[in-house]
């Protein structure tokens, strides 16, 4: 309540009383989690801390390999950064700057994804097994093996349940907390397809609804997550990918990557009410300023597409000096930060005039997986 009380005092009040009112939250302390992003060197063994308000490097964080992923929590000041190759997790103090743990998982951690309440870390690996970790005791509560290539995960509202998308056999595994154990799976329907592709899932604002891109049969399936059962099946463009409920609960927008395009369906009737072209090939979206606007961020080039979600239009793209990575947009919803890929640079984007507003050089040649503890997305 308090945060969205603060974001509505910063869009009622003039620009600078706005600022105002965030710079109250200004620290130098990177435990601060709605104002410093992380962003690993995807060449060096550092993790570089961003101020969100100051636009400048605020720190660089020294770990003993490549950090392949990386997640912040803002509940234990704690960022943990994967190692595949060696099975294991780094551990950092944003305190004290300092690594103070490594954790052996047992499994290539290819990607990791945070518990909305930070309790909790999941591990996935590219083989389809999933290790979940209790972070106040650095501890594995549960693993499940045997879940087929890729899968991709998404933690259940309040944390208690984890969602793991299996491409290959067209399905959901819903893995339980409480009982440590595998509960229900979610059939998705269609004919059974080994090199089927799938988006992870994604949540309404309120955990109810889920939603899953078929992305090899241009196809989004929406779930009764309450019920663990398909509500519906909506054809959309042409390769959707993972689709993105608004958090008003109003819409949700599935970028389309193999035609150019953003589906926009309404959230309580599932109705297309738009298509609306992006000529972006789509590697995932964003929204920013309370909603209003939708960034499309590309898998290849260097240009972002922008829709007004109020006139449901595309405005003039934004043209980044090089290929840019998956954004975030800060908990205000002002900015949208995303980093250059291939120049170690940060852009710093404003949310409501969709203009670039500096680069910040971080020294690194190479970035990718910029991330924020606290954010405006809260569907994901």
């Avoid at 104002?35 to 961003?50: D, H, L």
């Avoid at 005039?353 to 690194?364: C, F, K, N, R």
């Amino acid at each position: 309540m308090l945060r969205t009380l603060l974001v509505l005092v910063a869009v009622t009040l003039p620009a600078a009383a706005g600022s105002d009112v965030f710079d109250f939250f200004k620290s130098d302390k990177l435990t601060n989690g709605s104002q410093f992003a992380f962003v690993p060197s995807a060449g060096e063994r550092t993790i570089i801390a961003i101020d969100t308000l100051e636009h400048k490097v605020a720190a660089r964080l020294a770990i003993p390999h490549v950090a392949n992923s990386i997640v912040v929590s803002e509940e234990l000041d704690l960022l943990f950064a994967t190692d595949p190759e060696n099975e294991s997790v780094t551990v950092i103090n944003l305190y004290t700057r300092e690594v103070i743990d490594r954790l052996t998982i047992g499994m290539r951690p290819d990607a990791a994804l945070l518990s909305p309440l930070d309790r909790f870390v999941a591990f996935s690996s590219n083989d389809g097994s999933v290790s979940i970790w209790d972070m106040f005791a650095h501890e594995q509560v549960l693993r499940v093996d045997g879940l087929g290539k890729e899968p991709s995960m998404t933690f259940g509202f309040d944390g208690g349940k984890l969602y793991v998308v299996e491409p290959g056999r067209k399905a959901i595994s819903i893995l339980d907390l409480a009982q440590r154990e595998k509960v229900a799976e979610i059939d998705l329907g269609g004919e059974p397809d080994a090199d089927a592709r799938l988006s992870a899932m994604s949540r309404s604002a309120d955990g109810y609804t889920g939603y899953v891109s078929v992305t090899s049969e241009d196809r989004v399936v929406v779930l009764d997550l309450v019920n663990g059962i398909v509500k519906d099946s909506v054809p959309v463009g042409k390769g959707p990918i993972r689709p993105y409920s608004t958090a008003d609960n109003r819409y949700v927008l599935v970028p389309n990557s193999g035609d150019g395009t953003l589906t926009v369906l309404t959230s309580l009737s599932r109705q297309v009410i738009a298509t609306i072209p992006t000529h972006v090939t789509a590697r995932e979206i964003n929204t920013g300023w309370l909603d209003t606007v939708a960034f499309v961020m590309p898998a290849t080039g260097n240009r972002i597409a922008v829709v007004d979600l109020g006139k449901l239009r595309q405005l003039d793209p934004i043209q980044l000096p090089g290929r840019s990575d998956d954004g975030l947009v800060t908990s205000d919803s002002k900015t949208l930060f995303t980093a250059i890929i291939d120049s170690g640079q940060v852009a710093v984007i404003d949310a409501r005039s969709h203009e670039l507003q500096s680069l910040i050089d971080t020294g690194a040649t190479t970035l990718e997986g910029i991330e924020i503890a606290v954010s405006n997305n809260v569907c994901h």
